[in-house]
T-cell receptor, first 110, second 111 residues
Framework: DAGVTQSPTHLIKTRGQQVTLRCSPKSGHDTVSWYQQALGQGPQFIFQYYEEEERQRGNFPDRFSGHQYPNYSSELNVNALLLGDSALYLC?????????FGPGTRLTVL | GEDVEQSLFLSVREGDSSVINCTYTDSSSTYLYWYKQEPGAGLQLLTYIFSNMDMKQDQRLTVLLNKKDKHLSLRIADTQTGDSAIYFCAGGGSTLGRLYFGRGTQLTVWP
């Protein structure tokens, strides 16, 4: 059984560009959460999707948006990239009380 | 929201026990988690404890929860060099809800 997968692994963008990150949840999981982990910090919650709707949102601007598809896979979109958006973006899928994380996408904004 | 605090560094000798500590502010956290992160990797769920429990043991891992003091600890018995990693404490207020993470404790195990 594959765990949570994310693509791409690494990404380099320039300021002002837009980026889309993708996540496939663990088999049987219907809830996907996205986190941003800056260097040397713990992950910060961006938002969570369930039944194709955004269920919870953290303290992130509207430049961060997402989507969940009927097969439960999810995308994170970031518009008008800033240097401060450089981070590891983690996707987590949930079942009952456990959140399982993917390997992350390392985004570098130049 | 919730604040989660952890000491940043811990060094131990191989074969010793490691104890990583965490304090949290929100007493309504329903579950408390420990995750492990190796360099360049995502987070691996190690164990979690329900807020009405005092202790949970899982092989070499023991989690202790002092709800009165809002203090959580993770003890790793017989620590190995492969245990070297960053360990994150996280609290969650409800099932499947958002997690609040500490900054992580860098555990270094010396041979």
């Amino acid at each position: 059984d594959a765990g949570v997968t994310q693509s791409p692994t690494h990404l380099i963008k320039t300021r002002g560009q837009q980026v889309t990150l993708r996540c496939s949840p663990k088999s049987g999981h219907d809830t996907v959460s996205w986190y941003q982990q800056a260097l040397g910090q713990g992950p910060q919650f961006i938002f969570q999707y369930y039944e194709e709707e955004e269920r919870q949102r953290g303290n992130f601007p509207d430049r961060f948006s997402g989507h969940q598809y009927p097969n439960y896979s999810s995308e994170l979109n970031v518009n008008a990239l800033l240097l401060g958006d450089s981070a590891l973006y983690l996707c987590a899928s949930s079942l009952i009380n456990e959140q399982f994380f993917g390997p992350g996408t390392r985004l570098t904004v130049l | 929201g919730e604040d989660v605090e952890q000491s940043l560094f811990l060094s131990v000798r191989e074969g010793d026990s490691s104890v990583i500590n965490c304090t949290y502010t929100d007493s309504s956290s329903t579950y408390l988690y420990w995750y492990k992160q190796e360099p360049g990797a995502g987070l691996q769920l190690l164990t979690y404890i329900f807020s009405n429990m005092d202790m949970k043991q899982d092989q070499r891992l023991t989690v202790l929860l002092n709800k009165k003091d809002k203090h959580l600890s993770l003890r790793i018995a017989d620590t190995q060099t492969g245990d070297s990693a960053i360990y994150f404490c996280a609290g969650g207020g409800s099932t499947l809800g958002r997690l609040y993470f500490g900054r992580g404790t860098q555990l270094t195990v010396w041979p």
